[in-house]
């Protein structure tokens, strides 16, 4: 670890001088796998054998019939064709999530209506939900965020008092090992680059039935979409990482609470709070609550530093309902707890969290250093936040 407490946005030596652990990392049983599937021929296929062990192992993740597509959106899409979504639909969703999953329900013509997260979780807040259930809802859309786990308990509960027929969609792109799994009618994994289970694209839609499963099948293969599912080479690579999906998933807990710990004193760094029961989260991008007046630097001016420093720190997500037209989607209420995470989330990217000790305890050291230097900081980079502010 260094001892050169200058930061490195000033041009002292970074902490990590090496940058953020690589991800994928280099594995010795994905060069196998893909070296069996080139001996064996099966590389191309566009229907071989790797793609159904896939989805037959992707069982243990969700014991649901499952099938693998190009991506964990088209999934979402597919799942909602197949409940033939279409204008005059109303799918609720969190007014803090994913950008590409609006404007997938904006493609299918249906509304999206956005309603606020809970106060230290960025996942849907189920008295809002039961508040914004009407005549025309047709589907609640839960993504677990950020180390924040959705509530598909009581998200099932609000369904079944509101007696109508709504379909529950929940996205484990970010926790690929939540352990246990809540059933849902429709599960959505993402294999995208920086993904935990990353095969560069890809993605798996679990269906709660053999009967949603067939429908949403047809929904792909209808137009002869060969180019909508996974392909072999793909699933050669994803097979090996399944072997390792709940021991990294457990040693990604067990470094976020090790990480906590090391950060728990940094004033205006506060952790997206740990699951008191089952399901237990998964991380994938680590929420922290950031608060600029407590750190003394702007979120952005932070980001910039700790990058500089080689910790691979992000803005989150803006919300929603922020800069788009008023009748692109119905609201629930003021959306502040929505507001306050677009402004004050940070996210950690998971990789360090199976780098070991010693690339947490680098995290925690640049976290400090910048932090006892917000004030120089700050007075270097005051130009540059005037230019930031100009260009928003």
Not at 74 to 96: F, H, Q, R, V
Not at 140 to 151: E, K, R
Not at 195 to 217: E, H, I, N, V, Y
Request: with cysteine; charged share 20%; glycine share 8%.
């Amino acid at each position: 670890m260094t001892h050169d407490q200058t930061p490195a946005l000033l041009g002292g030596q970074p902490t990590r001088p090496e940058g953020p652990p690589p991800w994928p990392v280099a594995d010795v049983a994905i060069q196998e796998s893909l070296q069996k599937a080139f001996a064996a021929n099966t590389w191309g296929l566009y229907h071989g054998p790797h793609v159904e062990e896939l989805q037959i192992r992707c069982r243990k993740i969700i014991d649901q019939p499952n099938f693998a597509l190009a991506s964990g959106t088209l999934a979402l899409e597919i799942a909602l064709k197949s409940l033939n979504i279409g204008p005059g639909d109303e799918i609720i969703l969190a007014a803090y999530e994913y950008e590409p999953t609006f404007l997938t329900i904006h493609a299918l013509g249906a509304t999206p209506v956005l309603v606020d997260i809970q106060q230290d979780n960025p996942t849907l807040n189920p008295k809002q939900v039961a508040q914004a259930i009407g005549e025309k809802t047709r589907v609640i859309l839960a993504s677990h965020m950020h180390g924040g786990v959705a509530d598909i308990s009581l998200l099932q509960k609000v369904i079944t008092d509101s007696k109508r027929e709504i379909a529950l969609v929940q996205d484990l792109s970010q926790m690929p090992g939540l352990d246990p799994v809540p059933d849902s009618d429709f599960s959505i994994l993402s294999f995208g680059g920086s993904k935990p289970l990353s095969a560069g694209r890809g993605g798996m839609l679990f269906c709660g039935d053999t009967a949603r499963c067939q429908k949403a099948k047809l929904q792909l293969y209808r137009a002869g979409h060969q180019w909508g599912t996974l392909s072999e080479l793909q699933a050669c690579v994803l097979l090996p990482q399944l072997e390792q999906l709940k021991p990294h998933a457990q040693q990604r807990r067990d470094a976020f609470q090790r990480l906590n710990s090391l950060l728990r004193e940094v004033p205006g760094l506060r952790p997206i709070p740990t699951p008191e029961k089952p399901p237990l989260a998964d991380y994938y991008k680590v929420g922290f609550f950031f608060e600029s007046d407590a750190f003394g630097l702007s979120r952005e001016i932070f980001v910039r530093a700790l990058r500089a420093e080689g910790i691979a720190f992000s803005p989150g997500f803006r919300a929603l309902h922020r800069g788009r037209a008023a009748n692109r989607f119905r609201k629930i209420g003021s959306l502040s707890h929505a507001d306050l995470a677009s402004e004050h989330l940070i996210t950690l990217h998971h990789p360090v969290l199976l780098a070991g000790d010693s690339a947490l305890e680098q995290v925690a050291s640049a976290v400090w250093k910048t932090y006892r230097n917000a004030e120089r900081i700050r007075e270097a980079a005051l130009p540059t936040q005037a230019q930031l502010r100009f260009d928003d």
